[in-house]
Nanobody, 121 residues
Framework: QAQLVESGGGLVQPGGSLRLSCAAS????????MGWYRQAPGKQRELVAV???????NYADFVEGRFTISRDYAKNTVYLQMNSLKPEDTDVYYC???????????????WGQGTQVTISS
């Protein structure tokens, strides 16, 4: 099994910044794509940003150059630097990773527990 642990959410004013972190279990055999999604109450979870094992990135249109996704391969960690935050960015943010926990496992998706991001003055 694998585990994803998120941190870095909180309350900031409009225009402010936050950095989310998501650390996967150190004992994982291999990780492919990692990413961040967000979900508001009563709405579907939506993609924010993803980064492939090779480092290619993809962002949702609403990011508009404000967010940067990165990963530390040695630490099995993915980050989301969020700048110029807007009230509409308020959501629960979830980390996702395509993981192969052991060399005998198949690839499967894992999710973090979610971290609340609130943008308000």
């Amino acid at each position: 099994q694998a585990q994803l642990v998120e941190s870095g959410g909180g309350l900031v004013q409009p225009g402010g910044s936050l950095r989310l972190s998501c650390a996967a279990s150190r004992s994982i055999f291999s990780i492919n794509t990692m990413g961040w999604y967000r979900q508001a109450p009563g709405k579907q979870r939506e993609l924010v940003a993803v980064i492939s094992r090779g480092g290619s990135t993809n962002y949702a249109d609403f990011v508009e150059g404000r967010f940067t996704i990165s990963r530390d391969y040695a630490k099995n960690t993915v980050y989301l630097q969020m700048n110029s935050l807007k009230p509409e960015d308020t959501d629960v943010y979830y980390c996702n990773a395509e993981v192969r926990p052991t060399e005998w496992s198949t690839w499967r998706d894992y999710w973090g527990q979610g971290t609340q991001v609130t943008i308000s003055s």
